[in-house]
Every structure is written in structure tokens, then in C-alpha cells.
């Protein structure tokens, strides 16, 4: 019954938690890449053409005359969005302590707080809204953090309200779909899960302004691999008692991980004074839980001073 109301907790948690992001489109995420390019400006060319049709008497345009690029134009007025997945330019994005990378839209923000925990692909403002918006979770939660071997089909169970999509495979595993219908309190999005040794992965795909382009998403999950298997997923983090657990290097450390792999990382020689009240700054504060090394402090409230 514990470990039931604790799934409850994180299950509606993160739903909540992703409710109140869909809805205020605000981000903390710092920014370490900059788009270099911008989809309003990509849609005007595509879309130029139309401005230069022919009209008849009646200022109406000539549909016979008028050039390709406006059928784009008119299916965004009909709610949907011709793809341009093959007119931007794609960049690259790798995560070493998971040891995946992909590939990203280039008229996105590369945006996170902490790449250990997520990271988010934000498009520009259209329409009072970002677009797109591409997430990939992978929290150092009890949820996240399923045993060895765990069926993500059994791990994840579906949220209130959402619907079974089309299962498929995300960088050679098992992925879960499911599909978030619109509301007057969210935006549809579609979700994404898998398992990769101990970490569970969700990538989701937010068609915030209704707008969604499935090759520019599909373009997106396939270019998704594992590059490492000497990553926080394959047992970095494993232990068996607490001693086993250290703060990885780094100025403000917010993860744990076995003193086994800590001579892998360098420890900054000038970090800034700024106190994270998240961050495991003695060997105290970190924790072997259920055979995972995990931070006590994550999740602190923090206060300005």
C-alpha cells in the first residue's frame, strides 16, 4: 500500500507539475545554445508567394494561379501545418552522463537547469506561444529509477484522461506512447517512455498553438541513441550501503554517484560562492536508496537569503 500511494504521489505530481508548465510557458532553464534560425521567418518564406498571386475581380485569389507553397498557408488556416523538417537546419545535442545524444531543430533553445535531470527544445514566440517544444526527461526520482530488467509497459501506467498511441522503438527499445488529448487546461502532447538499464526516459512532444509537424517530431525520436554504455543508467549510481555514495564532482553538485566512478570527472578548480540548497556538497548528504545512490538535499525548498 506504501509503495502504491507513493506511485500516486509522483504520478499525479508530475502531472500537475507538467499542467502548470504547459500552461504559464515560463522557463528557469538557462540557455547553452542559442536557434539560428527563426520559424516565423522559414513560414514567411515558404509562404511569400501567396502575397504575389493573381486575384480576380473580385480581389479573390486565383486558386489556378496560385503557386504550390500556398497550399502550406491554407492548411495552417485549417489547423494544420505543412512539415518543415527538411528546411531547417539540425544541430546536435549529447548528454555524457546518460551517454545519449540527437539531433535538434535549429529554430530551438537548447534550454535546462540541470542536464542530469532534463532538458527542454523551445522554439520561438508565435502567436503568444513557443513552438516547438521538445522535452527529454530522465529525473532522479523513485519513478525514474526503476529496478534492472523492469517492462516499462508494466512500470508505466497510463494518467487519467490520456489515451494509448502507437507503441514503437526509441533508440533500439521498447517505447510506450501515449497521446494527451487537448483540454481548456493543456495543450494535446504526445509522451513517450523507455527503460535503458536502471533509467527511465520520457521524451514529450507539447503542439503547443495546436500546431504539430510529425516529420519534424519523428525526425526528432529517431535521431535519439546511445552513444556510451558507461553511463548513469548502466550503474553509475549503484551501491549497496551508503558509504558507496559520493557527490559527483563539480561545483554544485546535484547528483550522487558510486565513489567508484568519481576519479572519471574533474573537480572545477574556481566555483562561484553561490549556495544551492539542492546540491550534496558533504558525503552526508548523499544516500543509497533501494541500491541507487541518491542526493538527500534534491527537492529542498530554497530560499533567498
Given at each position: 500500500?506504501?509503495?502504491?500511494?507513493?506511485?500516486?504521489?509522483?504520478?499525479?505530481?508530475?502531472?500537475?507539475?507538467?499542467?502548470?508548465?504547459?500552461?504559464?510557458?515560463?522557463?528557469?532553464?538557462?540557455?547553452?545554445?542559442?536557434?539560428?534560425?527563426?520559424?516565423?521567418?522559414?513560414?514567411?518564406?515558404?509562404?511569400?508567394?501567396?502575397?504575389?498571386?493573381?486575384?480576380?475581380?473580385?480581389?479573390?485569389?486565383?486558386?489556378?494561379?496560385?503557386?504550390?507553397?500556398?497550399?502550406?498557408?491554407?492548411?495552417?488556416?485549417?489547423?494544420?501545418?505543412?512539415?518543415?523538417?527538411?528546411?531547417?537546419?539540425?544541430?546536435?545535442?549529447?548528454?555524457?552522463?546518460?551517454?545519449?545524444?540527437?539531433?535538434?531543430?535549429?529554430?530551438?533553445?537548447?534550454?535546462?537547469?540541470?542536464?542530469?535531470?532534463?532538458?527542454?527544445?523551445?522554439?520561438?514566440?508565435?502567436?503568444?506561444?513557443?513552438?516547438?517544444?521538445?522535452?527529454?526527461?530522465?529525473?532522479?526520482?523513485?519513478f525514474y529509477r526503476p529496478s534492472l530488467g523492469t517492462d516499462v509497459k508494466e512500470w508505466v501506467k497510463m494518467f487519467p484522461g490520456y489515451e494509448q498511441g502507437i507503441d514503437r522503438t526509441i533508440a533500439g527499445l521498447p517505447a510506450l506512447h501515449f497521446v494527451q488529448p487537448k483540454t481548456p487546461?493543456?495543450?494535446?502532447?504526445?509522451?513517450?517512455?523507455?527503460?535503458?538499464?536502471?533509467?527511465?526516459?520520457?521524451?514529450?512532444?507539447?503542439?503547443?498553438?495546436?500546431?504539430?509537424?510529425?516529420?519534424?517530431?519523428?525526425?526528432?525520436?529517431?535521431?535519439?541513441?546511445f552513444v556510451s554504455d558507461n553511463s548513469q543508467s548502466e550503474g553509475l549510481t549503484y551501491c549497496q550501503s551508503d558509504a558507496d555514495c559520493v557527490p559527483m564532482p563539480g561545483c554544485h553538485p546535484r547528483q550522487c554517484i558510486n565513489a567508484e566512478f568519481a576519479g572519471n570527472y574533474t573537480q572545477?578548480?574556481?566555483?562561484?560562492?553561490?549556495?544551492?540548497?539542492?546540491?550534496?556538497?558533504?558525503?552526508?548528504?548523499?544516500?543509497?536508496?533501494?541500491?541507487?545512490?541518491?542526493?538527500?538535499?534534491?527537492?529542498?525548498?530554497?530560499?533567498?537569503?
Amino acid at each position: 500500500m506504501k509503495n502504491s500511494n507513493n506511485y500516486k504521489k509522483i504520478t499525479w505530481g508530475f502531472l500537475a507539475f507538467f499542467l502548470l508548465f504547459t500552461l504559464t510557458g515560463c522557463f528557469r532553464s538557462t540557455t547553452p545554445y542559442q536557434a539560428d534560425e527563426d520559424y516565423n521567418t522559414i513560414i514567411e518564406e515558404q509562404n511569400g508567394s501567396e502575397e504575389n498571386s493573381p486575384e480576380n475581380e473580385e480581389g479573390i485569389l486565383d486558386q489556378e494561379t496560385v503557386s504550390p507553397s500556398s497550399d502550406a498557408n491554407q492548411s495552417q488556416r485549417l489547423g494544420e501545418f505543412a512539415s518543415i523538417a527538411d528546411q531547417v537546419s539540425w544541430r546536435d545535442y549529447s548528454n555524457d552522463y546518460f551517454g545519449y545524444q540527437l539531433n535538434y531543430p535549429g529554430i530551438t533553445n537548447a534550454l535546462t537547469d540541470d542536464p542530469n535531470q532534463s532538458v527542454e527544445f523551445v522554439g520561438s514566440m508565435t502567436d503568444g506561444e513557443n513552438w516547438p517544444r521538445l522535452s527529454v526527461f530522465h529525473y532522479q526520482s523513485d519513478f525514474y529509477r526503476p529496478s534492472l530488467g523492469t517492462d516499462v509497459k508494466e512500470w508505466v501506467k497510463m494518467f487519467p484522461g490520456y489515451e494509448q498511441g502507437i507503441d514503437r522503438t526509441i533508440a533500439g527499445l521498447p517505447a510506450l506512447h501515449f497521446v494527451q488529448p487537448k483540454t481548456p487546461q493543456a495543450y494535446a502532447a504526445d509522451h513517450y517512455y523507455f527503460i535503458k538499464g536502471k533509467q527511465l526516459f520520457l521524451i514529450t512532444l507539447l503542439h503547443s498553438n495546436d500546431r504539430q509537424d510529425r516529420p519534424l517530431y519523428e525526425k526528432f525520436l529517431n535521431s535519439f541513441e546511445f552513444v556510451s554504455d558507461n553511463s548513469q543508467s548502466e550503474g553509475l549510481t549503484y551501491c549497496q550501503s551508503d558509504a558507496d555514495c559520493v557527490p559527483m564532482p563539480g561545483c554544485h553538485p546535484r547528483q550522487c554517484i558510486n565513489a567508484e566512478f568519481a576519479g572519471n570527472y574533474t573537480q572545477p578548480e574556481v566555483c562561484t560562492q553561490l549556495f544551492d540548497c539542492q546540491a550534496a556538497y558533504k558525503t552526508e548528504d548523499c544516500l543509497c536508496i533501494n541500491n541507487v545512490c541518491a542526493n538527500a538535499n534534491l527537492g529542498n525548498q530554497c530560499f533567498d537569503q
